[in-house]
Every structure is written in structure tokens, then in C-alpha cells.
């Protein structure tokens, strides 16, 4: 037996206990819920699952209004996995209905069963067809969820255009704001205009129970956002001049590209090979893709912006310009061309025409020895001391071209091109070279490199007397008032616009008078031209066309590039001159040049 | 004093109105709760379908509540003698759960009946309650009598054993917070200490490596002995050459014996060698304590291996996890970890005053396990939260407070002693189901009482709870008609 007194003092301890037990859990419970923010965060991370609801992609119109791209509905195919029929499944209808093949359809119902209860991706790229058909037969378990695929009306502009795929792992990595699933431009307009065309996500707040199965939205929907379609862009390519240059350039292998010399606006522009951009959409698109990154002729290299080509003799007349600007070159001057220009050992050979010529005429018949004349005069110019420093004089005109650089324009993959720098001669002759070291590049020879594009835009600058506008595909934003300003603003070259006169009629003679560019002729329509035959260690010369049309107010300056394609009078210039006759007059009086065109074979072209 | 004098004069008379309130609204907010944790829309039947928790939950508090009006009509004399054979009979239940009954949880310690399940440990602590009161209440008894003391231990332990063989350790430790009432009747502190301290040691024997306790044990039981016996040059010299002699050991075992010895190994070895040395230098010098100190030494070499070899051989898996993610060995928030950490997540995002009744996401949702039954609270907590689950520890808290308060006031021990055992059930209960669902306890399946989705729960807190009202009640009768 316990004493009454002892009895009571213990019985204040075990009260005491009794509090500090309660004050303890209460302690606990004050930190928890009231001092700890972690657990509410936990919660709705716990709770909260964003759904996202995609947007249309903007679409893309040409200079007339026409669709150059398009989006459309497609659905993806959900599952899930718990919820499916399993016994009265019937693969083989479901199969035949949806268009799935059936492995695919094993492979997914054997990713959805992974987690049973959450939807699952079965197949993408539902077409609406498809789609309403499925939901007539009422699979249990299985759903469409909306989404948009591009569509291309006129199957033109595969590279020019560009595609768009599924953002990749290193994607999200870098852009937060892209998630696993996103759409995102992978090349041309669709990459450089990213921004614009994608739109906005909208988003679905749901709770989910821990089964991952929605209960109910969040707070009646109040964080919900509705999709936002994209901005639709206005194209400065004419649809209609594009889809014939994708047809003239068919078989061939090279660039075309056509621009409206007084705003720089691209007008069409063709790489061949191309592909038909359907083919880069849907289901087949892996496939497809692999299948177009080892074709041996490269339809995903878009030539017309990416490609080095040695322009040839088109580049006789920046030579003729700088020659002018520098003194060393009068329209009179007249040089001796006895079937090619002769210096030492050196022979430059030239075809038969009458001799000796002046500028004009050298431009329309396209001497060889006039120009090296010319390149001489300009490097061995005594106001320079050495021919090396005459070079880089020189350079510095090329340079103004829009040569050996990016011009700046609106495809973000565009090529510099490359032309050769002092260092770089000094280090392969050791320093010990001079003009005829280098008397190739008077006739756009040697180590020259330009891209089509960079071609179009000498014709632009010829056409315009000297400036050109940096060369663009996007003519209008929906929204905007102006697209971005550095394509409203003259580039000069260093050469005045007087010295051009002579090289604008030598071309416009080359055409309407007597010279190599005699087939471009188009009454009434004053085109000027210069042919280009580019000698390569590949094989057959490239063939090559500088043109624009009229020579007064020029509506058109167009570059055609033909790999191999011999003269440049032969394949390259009635392409170009096919191109110009349907863009100014909308019909093409020659159907046997157009037959001609089309039946051209080329000995290098790789057959696919 | 006839028994005619204490007829009551009126049923219900001298019943403790706060203790039946109290009860009263602890089983109203546990209807509550059990009806937002299981509202479930999906369910046939309507509102009122007895496919739902809350419905079956309300036939149990009728049941319960009939149970408690059986009870106070009972004359408190028949607890008395009832003790000895509902003690047997729990023990025979227990027996026969262990024997034929039907696992749930991988504790075999259920009966079944078509579609009912009644768990006997539940009222097992009912019997063992009163076997108890019946066994301290006789005459003469002292609880610090080691004879007395083993009847004690044998009271409890019987059925605690037959518990753990059950494999529900849970509820078996339940019953070793009877140690709260041995306490109240004498039990002598020194006694309570060591049983607190082993409890301490078996925790840290876990966190520590088997060489930081063995260097541990030396350094505190060598100051110890500096403390005591006011020496201490000799007890830093004994150190010094402990540990000079163990590196000279293990340099030479490493040399003869090459991987044979780890240091561990050595410094055991010298340590014990000097054992000798110490009990003959302490009988030379007449140190009475060192003794102590050197058994206590000897004690804690013993008890370490032993509770690895408990926590290992005897624990099962799942419970050696549970206590070892709470103790932080183990951190697997998806794994073993999640039950606490969800559950922590529903209390925590209640805040100040929780989200409302049956608006609580993470209960609705089912992220919370056991969320009409050991986690209960979590409902508490996010639906109605910090106010929500003061006032329900309030209530659990004042509980507890007035059953020893009518437990002082019993004339007999008897009353006394079994209020007391009904005060530390309850007060264990709450310790521990609340103590798990904040990450403050390791997880042990016991509910929270009156609260949980059960009817063998809310039946045996019931009956538990009115026959210490009951008793109560006697006492007063008797005062009252007394004068």
C-alpha cells in the first residue's frame, strides 16, 4: 500500500507527464501546420495535374494570299490501361478502323499497362476521317485528344518552309518553356519564326486522386487558360513562281532563287532535290526523316541559303564594278582576247569573239582575258604598293557585295559563303605570291564561295544600281505593322552607282543584242543577263544564270545555280528566263523551252 | 455499511457527467471524421447505404452505446469478481485468435464472423486492466515486494507475449504503459530509470557502430568511477594505456596473423584483459562502486549484441524498417516511407483552420493510407487543422486528466488502480497513433481511440471507459448517500 501522501505527489508527476506528452505532440503539430510552408506546396504537388490543351501553329500565307501552309486537326489516341475491355477487344478491328498497325498498337497498350490507371499515348497523327470513325465503334478505355498538324495546299517549299517535330531531351533542357510532347520548328521559316507561330499552351488545372485519376478542376477552373492560336505570317514567296521553279529545277541538282530588287522580298526559292513536305508530317515522319538524311543527294541541305558555289563568270561583274570605282578601269578600255589571256607560262583560256573589246562588250560575251586584265589592274594598282595589298583592297569590295558573309537574312541555317583572305594565300604560297597567283578568282574562279541567295542579291544590286536590301521570306506579321527593321534599310556597296551603267548594259546586249545570253531574250520585257560556267574538280562544270528584268524599275533579279549543268546558257539561264517570263507576263509563250527544261538529263545526277 | 445502503437511489446517479461528455463528443468528432475520410460518391446505394463506412461506424456506436448503458447497470462488486475469469477468457481468446484466427495485416490476431472481424486484444486490455487492479488492490500488497512484483510482471506479460507471438507488436506494447500505473502505486524510481534507460540504449545501439559504443561505454563508465570515487590521474592513466596497449595488440596480431584482429577486436580484448586488474585493484582499495561500475560495463557489452540480435531475429522486416526510417537509417519516401510522409502532408497543408469538412484533397484523394483507421487524424488535421486537432487533444487530454482525477478519488484501490490503467491505455493510445501520423513515433497499428473506423476498438474503449465511470460512480453513490 502507497501512503496518501506520496500517492498525491506522484500523481502530480504523472500529471506533469501527461502535459509534457500532449504539450509535445502539440509542439509538433503547432511546427507542422502552421510554421513549416512545406507541406501545403507538397500537397498541391500532390493533387494538382496541369493539363495542357495545345494550340493551332499560325499558319503561313504566300505574297497573294494564297496557303502556303496550313494547320489541321489530327487527334492522338489515348489509353487507358485499367479501364480497357480486354476480353471483348477486338485488335483487328481497331486496327483496321484507326489505321494503326497492330504492332504499334501492342507496343502502346504495353507502355499504357506500365501505369495502369494513367492515359497513355497510343498513336499520334489521328486523322479526322479516322477519328470519327473510332468514335462510332466505342472502344472502352481508349480517347482522342486534340491537336494540329501542318498541311501544305501546293506540296511546294519542303526546305524553305522547313518542318516541325517533337521538342528532343537537350530542347527542354535549354528552353523551360518547352515541354516532352511540344511541337517546335525545326528548320526554315518554321525554326526562324518559332516564336511566332507556336502560339500559347493553355492549361487545364485538375485534382487527381493518388491514383492519378481526375476528380474534379481546381477552384472551379479559375487557373485555367484557354489555348491561344499562333500568329499567322504572309510569305513574300508567290506560290504559284515557286511551284514552277520547283518544277523547272526537277532532276536537277542546285538552287534557284528569284527577289524583288526593291525590297529585298525573296520571291521564290527553290533547293533541288527537294521533298514533298507531307513527308516530314505524321506517323511516317521518323521514318521518312531517316530516310531523306541518307539520301545521297541531300534533300534536306536547303542549297539555296546553305550551299558554296564558285560563281563563275556571273562574278565578272563585280570585277568590272571595282575596276571602275578604282580608276583602273574605263567602259572604254579596250583589252586584246586572242582565244584566251596569256601571261608567262599562264594561259587563261577564252572562247572566239571579236577582238580587241571593250567593257560592255566583254560583259555581254563574257572574255575571259578582259577580266583578268581588269584583276591585275586592280591588284598591281601602284596607289597600293603590292599586289597583296591591292588584294585586300579588293577584298574589301567584294566584302560590300554581300560576299563572305551572312547577309542577315530570316533563315536562321543561311551559309556565309567564303571568300579567301590575305593570311590565307600568305600561308599557302608562304608569302610569296602576286596577281597571276591568284588570276582565277578574275573570272569568280579558285577559291570563291557564294551561296545562291548571295547571287540573287548581286542581280538585286545590279538592278538597283548599287544597294540592296537584306533578303527576306516574311513579308507580314499578323499584329505588326512592320516586320524587323533591318530589312528596311539600303546596304550600299562601295562602288557608285555611275560605274554601273556599263556592266547593266553589257548584260542587257548579252541578251537583246549579241552574247552569250541571246536565249533570254523576252520582247518587250528589256531582260539583262550574265551567264556563269564554273569549272570543279567534281566533274561537268556547273551552270549558272544572273538575271533581272526590266533593266529600267527591275521587278525580278533571279540566280539559277545547276550543279553540272554545263554552260551556263544551256540548263541555268532557260530556267531563269522561263521563271521571269512567268512572273512578269503570268504565261509562258515558249512550251518547247519549258519541254526543253524538262527533259534535261544530267550525266552527275545521282538517281534516287 | 449493507449492500442495501448503496442501492442507488436513482440509475444513473453519481455518474461523472464531464467524463461521459467528453466521451460523447470524442466519438461525434470521430463520426465526423470516419464520414469525410470515407465519403465515397462511387458507392451504390445513396447516402445512407451501408456500404459506407460512416453507416457501419453508426451501428457500432449504437452498439457501443448500448454496451456502456449494460454497464452501468451492472453493480460495481461484479467487476471485482469478474476480473479473474474475463482475464482467463481474454487469455483463451488470445490464444485461439493465435491459433484459428484469420491474418489481416500480417498480424494473425482476428476472428471472424460472415462479415464481421473482432480483434480480442482490444478487449484483452479490458481483462488484463482489471486482473491487474484486482492483483495490486489486495491486501497487503506492495509493488516494490519482489514476489509481488513477479505476479505483476506475470499479469502483463502473459498476454503481451501472446500478443507479439501474434505478430502484432503494436497493441503489445500497450500494454507496457501499465508502467504508469505501477508507478502511481509505489513502484520505486530507481526501478523506472534502468527500464527508460535500456529503452534508450536499444535505440542508440542502432545508430551507432559497434566500436563508437565500445569506446562510448569505456569513456563513460571510467568517468563514472573519476566522478564517484573523486580520482582522476589514475583513470586518465588507465585510458591511456587501454588504448597504447590495444594499438600494440593489433600491431602485432597484424603482424603474426595478418586480417585476424580488427582494432575493435583488440581493444575488446585488452579491455576485458583489464577487467581483472580493475575488480583487484578495487578490492585493494575498497572501492564498493567500482563494482557496480564494472557489472554495469559487463552489462552493456551484453545487452548490445542482444538487441541487435532482438531487432533482427525478432522483429519482423516491416517493422525493423519502420523503426529504422523514423530513427532516419532509411530514407525511401516512396517505399516505407511513404505512409508517414503522405500523412504528414495532409496535416501539414490543413494550416490554421484546415480546409473544411469533406474538402480535405489529400484524404479524398486516397494519398493518405489508412485514412479511416490508424491515420484518422490526418482528416482531423487538413480539415480542420490547427483548431481542429488542439480541441481533439484538449478533449483526449482531459480525458485522460479526469479518469485520474476519479481514480484519486476511489475509496479502494481497486477503483483507483484500474482508472489509472484505463488513464495510460488511453494516454498510450494518443501518444502513439498521433505521435506516428507527425513523424514523431515510428509506425505501430494502433488506433486512435473512440476515433478509428473499428467496432472491437470503439466497443473496448467504450466498455473500458464506463466501467471506470462505473466504478466511479460507486464511490460517489456511497459518499453521497452517506451523508
Not at chain 1, 518542318?163 to 528532343?168: A, D, I, L, Q
Not at chain 1, 570585277?319 to 567602259?331: A, S, T
Request: proline share 4%; glycine share 8%.
Amino acid at each position: 500500500m502507497i501512503d496518501n501522501r506520496e500517492g498525491l505527489a506522484r500523481m502530480r508527476t504523472l500529471q506533469l507527464i501527461v502535459f509534457c506528452i500532449f504539450a509535445l505532440l502539440a509542439g509538433r503539430l503547432f511546427y507542422i501546420q502552421l510554421v513549416d510552408p512545406r507541406y501545403g506546396e507538397l500537397a498541391r504537388i500532390n493533387t494538382l495535374r496541369r493539363v495542357v490543351q495545345y494550340p493551332a501553329r499560325g499558319e503561313v500565307f504566300d505574297r497573294n494570299g494564297e496557303y502556303l501552309v496550313q494547320s489541321r486537326a489530327c487527334y492522338d489516341l489515348m489509353a487507358v490501361y485499367k479501364e480497357l475491355d480486354r476480353k471483348g477487344f477486338d485488335t483487328a478491328r481497331f486496327c483496321a478502323v484507326t489505321g494503326i498497325a497492330i504492332h504499334r498498337l501492342r507496343r502502346g497498350l504495353a507502355d499504357a499497362s506500365v501505369s495502369p490507371r494513367v492515359p497513355t499515348v497510343i498513336a499520334k497523327y489521328l486523322s479526322k476521317e479516322d477519328k470519327l470513325r473510332f468514335d462510332e465503334c466505342n472502344f472502352t478505355g481508349f480517347y482522342t485528344v486534340y491537336r494540329t498538324i501542318r498541311e501544305y495546299p501546293r506540296k511546294i517549299g519542303g526546305n524553305l518552309l522547313g518542318y516541325v517535330g517533337e521538342v528532343n531531351d537537350n530542347i527542354v533542357k535549354n528552353n523551360p518553356e518547352y515541354r516532352p510532347g511540344d511541337y517546335i520548328g525545326m528548320s526554315g521559316v518554321e525554326r526562324s519564326y518559332e516564336k511566332l507561330l507556336k502560339g500559347r499552351k493553355g492549361v487545364k488545372v485538375q485534382q487527381v486522386d493518388n491514383h492519378g485519376v481526375v476528380k474534379d478542376s481546381y477552384m472551379n477552373g479559375r487557373y485555367d487558360s484557354l489555348p491561344e492560336a499562333g500568329t499567322y505570317l504572309v510569305s513574300t514567296i508567290d506560290a504559284r513562281l515557286q511551284l514552277l521553279g520547283e518544277e523547272l529545277m526537277r532532276g536537277k541538282v542546285g538552287a534557284a532563287v528569284a527577289i524583288e530588287p526593291a525590297t529585298g522580298e525573296i520571291l521564290m526559292m527553290v533547293s533541288s532535290p527537294s521533298y514533298d513536305p507531307d513527308e516530314l508530317l505524321g506517323r511516317e515522319r521518323g521514318n521518312n526523316y531517316m530516310r531523306l538524311l541518307h539520301d545521297k543527294r541531300h534533300p534536306l541541305f536547303n542549297r539555296a541559303v546553305m550551299a558554296r558555289y564558285p560563281p563563275g563568270s556571273t562574278f565578272k561583274l563585280v570585277q568590272g564594278l571595282i575596276g571602275q570605282q578604282e580608276g583602273v578601269l574605263k567602259p572604254s578600255d579596250r583589252h586584246p582576247c586572242n582565244m584566251g589571256y596569256r601571261a608567262g607560262k599562264l594561259k587563261m583560256a577564252c572562247h572566239s569573239h571579236a577582238s580587241p573589246l571593250d567593257l560592255r562588250f566583254a560583259v555581254a560575251t563574257s572574255c575571259n582575258a578582259y577580266f583578268c586584265y581588269v584583276f591585275r589592274d586592280i591588284l598591281e594598282n601602284p596607289k597600293y604598293g603590292s599586289p597583296k595589298k591591292g588584294f585586300e583592297v579588293w577584298r574589301e569590295y567584294v566584302e560590300s557585295f554581300g560576299f563572305g558573309h551572312k547577309l542577315g537574312s530570316d533563315f536562321l541555317d543561311e551559309g556565309t559563303g567564303y571568300i579567301p583572305e590575305r593570311s590565307f594565300y600568305d600561308r599557302r604560297y608562304r608569302g610569296s605570291w602576286n596577281a597571276l597567283t591568284v588570276l582565277s578568282l578574275s573570272i569568280g574562279q579558285g577559291e570563291l564561295g557564294c551561296t545562291p541567295l548571295q547571287l540573287a542579291n548581286l542581280a538585286c544590286i545590279v538592278a538597283n544600281r548599287g544597294y540592296y536590301y537584306i533578303p527576306h521570306i516574311i513579308k507580314k506579321i499578323e499584329g505588326c505593322d512592320s516586320i524587323d527593321r533591318r530589312f528596311y534599310e539600303r546596304h550600299y556597296t562601295k562602288v557608285d552607282a555611275k560605274y554601273f551603267e556599263p556592266i547593266v548594259e553589257g548584260m542587257w546586249n548579252g541578251v537583246n543584242v549579241a552574247g552569250t545570253s541571246w536565249l533570254a531574250k523576252l520582247p518587250g520585257l528589256d531582260v539583262c543577263g550574265k551567264t556563269g560556267t564554273a569549272q570543279n574538280p567534281d566533274g561537268r562544270d556547273h551552270s549558272t544564270f544572273l538575271s533581272f528584268a526590266p533593266k529600267d524599275n527591275p521587278r525580278i533579279a533571279i540566280s539559277v545555280y545547276v550543279e553540272h549543268g554545263g554552260f551556263g546558257a544551256s540548263t541555268a539561264l532557260p530556267i531563269a528566263s522561263l521563271l521571269e517570263e512567268y512572273y512578269l507576263t503570268d504565261t509562258i509563250r515558249r512550251p518547247e523551252l519549258l519541254q526543253y527544261v524538262k527533259n534535261i538529263q544530267l550525266p552527275n545526277y545521282v538517281q534516287p | 455499511m449493507s449492500s442495501l445502503d448503496r442501492r442507488p437511489a436513482r440509475l444513473f446517479e453519481g455518474i461523472d457527467g464531464i467524463a461521459v461528455l467528453l466521451y460523447v463528443l470524442i466519438v461525434l468528432v470521430g463520426c465526423l471524421s470516419i464520414t469525410s475520410a470515407s465519403y465515397d460518391d462511387t458507392v451504390g446505394g445513396g447516402l445512407f447505404s451501408f456500404s459506407h463506412f460512416y453507416m457501419k461506424q453508426a451501428v457500432w456506436v449504437a452498439v457501443a452505446w448500448t454496451a456502456a448503458v449494460a454497464v452501468l447497470l451492472l453493480d460495481e462488486r461484479f467487476y471485482h469478481m469478474f476480473a479473474w475469469p474475463a482475464y482467463v477468457a481474454g487469455i483463451a481468446m488470445l490464444v485461439a485468435a493465435l491459433l484459428f484466427g484469420r491474418e489481416v495485416n500480417g498480424a494473425k490476431a482476428w476472428f471472424e464472423f460472415g462479415s464481421f472481424r473482432i480483434q480480442p486484444v482490444e478487449f484483452v486490455k479490458i481483462a488484463t486492466s482489471l486482473a491487474l487492479a484486482r492483483v495490486m488492490s489486495a491486501y497487503s500488497f506492495s509493488v516494490n515486494r519482489p514476489g509481488h512484483l513477479l505476479k505483476v510482471a506475470l499479469v502483463i506479460c502473459l498476454p503481451l507475449s501472446i500478443i507479439v507471438l501474434q505478430n502484432d507488436t503494436g497493441s503489445g506494447i500497450v500494454l507496457g504503459s501499465f508502467l504508469f500505473v505501477l508507478y502511481r502505486e509505489g513502484l520505486n524510481k530507481w526501478l523506472c530509470v534502468p527500464i527508460l534507460l535500456i529503452a534508450t540504449l536499444f535505440i542508440i545501439s542502432f545508430l551507432l557502430t559497434p566500436m563508437t559504443l565500445l569506446v562510448l561505454s569505456i569513456v563513460v563508465c571510467t568517468l563514472c568511477d573519476a566522478i564517484l570515487n573523486r580520482a582522476w590521474k589514475s583513470r586518465i592513466i588507465y585510458l591511456a594505456s587501454l588504448a597504447f596497449a590495444s594499438i600494440v595488440l593489433q600491431a602485432a596480431a597484424a603482424y603474426f596473423a595478418p586480417g585476424a584482429m580488427t582494432l575493435y577486436h583488440s581493444l575488446l580484448t585488452v579491455t576485458i584483459a583489464s577487467l581483472i586488474a580493475v575488480a583487484v585493484y578495487a578490492y585493494r582499495n575498497t572501492l564498493n562502486n567500482t563494482y557496480i561500475i564494472i557489472s554495469m560495463f559487463i552489462g552493456m557489452m551484453i545487452f548490445f549484441p542482444t538487441t541487435n540480435y532482438i531487432f533482427n531475429s525478432i522483429l519482423k522486416e516491416h517493422q525493423q524498417k519502420r523503426i529504422e526510417s523514423f530513427l532516419g537509417i532509411i530514407n525511401d519516401p516512396r517505399g516505407i516511407d511513404y505512409n508517414v510522409n503522405q500523412s504528414k502532408i495532409a496535416i501539414g497543408s490543413g494550416g490554421f483552420i484546415g480546409k473544411g469538412f469533406m474538402e480535405g484533397t489529400q484524404i479524398r484523394y486516397g494519398f493518405v493510407p489508412e485514412r479511416h483507421t490508424d491515420f484518422i487524424f490526418c482528416t482531423v488535421g487538413e480539415e480542420w487543422g490547427f483548431v481542429g486537432t488542439m480541441l481533439v487533444l484538449a478533449l483526449f487530454c482531459l480525458l485522460i486528466l479526469r479518469l485520474m482525477r476519479m481514480g484519486e478519488r476511489q475509496e479502494e484501490p481497486f477503483g483507483r488502480i484500474y482508472c489509472y490503467c484505463v488513464a495510460s491505455i488511453l494516454l498510450f493510445h494518443v501518444l502513439v497513433n498521433v505521435g506516428m501520423t507527425i513523424g514523431l513515433v515510428p509506425v505501430m497499428g494502433i488506433p486512435l481511440p473512440l476515433v478509428s473506423y473499428g467496432g472491437s476498438s470503439l466497443i473496448a474503449f467504450t466498455l473500458l471507459i464506463f466501467i471506470a465511470i462505473r466504478l466511479d460512480a460507486a464511490t460517489r453513490q456511497f459518499s453521497l448517500n452517506k451523508f
